[in-house]
């Protein structure tokens, strides 16, 4: 199982940006991803998370109508689309996957992690 996150980059507040993460050694439909960042000086915390099997997702509210998560199980990869960005959102975005029934965005219950990819949103 591996994960590989990419995409970050700098821009400047309000812009946006995707991030990819390509997984391999397993199907998207049988594990559910999440999307984790860390801002310096603080803990990770859960951004999305998405069950591609069932078709659900789930967002922490300091994102929610601002990101969009979503999956392509013929690329195997799950995309976070960032609107609006803001400097509170300067992080290294991790992305994860995890075999439970449901997707959570609690950072414990995720087994496999990818490297992760810087975003720095600064003017």
């Known amino acids: 199982v591996q994960l590989q996150a990419s995409g970050g980059g700098l821009v400047q507040p309000g812009a946006s940006l995707t991030l990819s993460c390509a997984v391999s050694g397993f199907n998207l439909d049988d594990y559910n991803i999440g999307w984790f960042r860390q801002a310096p000086g603080k803990e990770r915390e859960g951004v999305s998370c998405?069950?591609?099997?069932?078709?659900?997702?789930n967002y922490a509210d300091s994102v929610k109508g601002r990101f969009t998560i979503s999956s392509d199980n013929a690329k195997n990869t799950v995309y976070l689309q960032m609107t609006n960005l803001k400097p509170g959102d300067t992080a290294i975005y991790y992305c994860a996957a995890d075999k439970g029934r449901i997707a959570t965005m609690i950072t414990t219950f995720y087994e496999y992690w990818g490297q992760g990819t810087l975003v720095t949103v600064s003017s």
């Open positions: 998405i069950n591609s099997h069932l078709g659900t997702t």
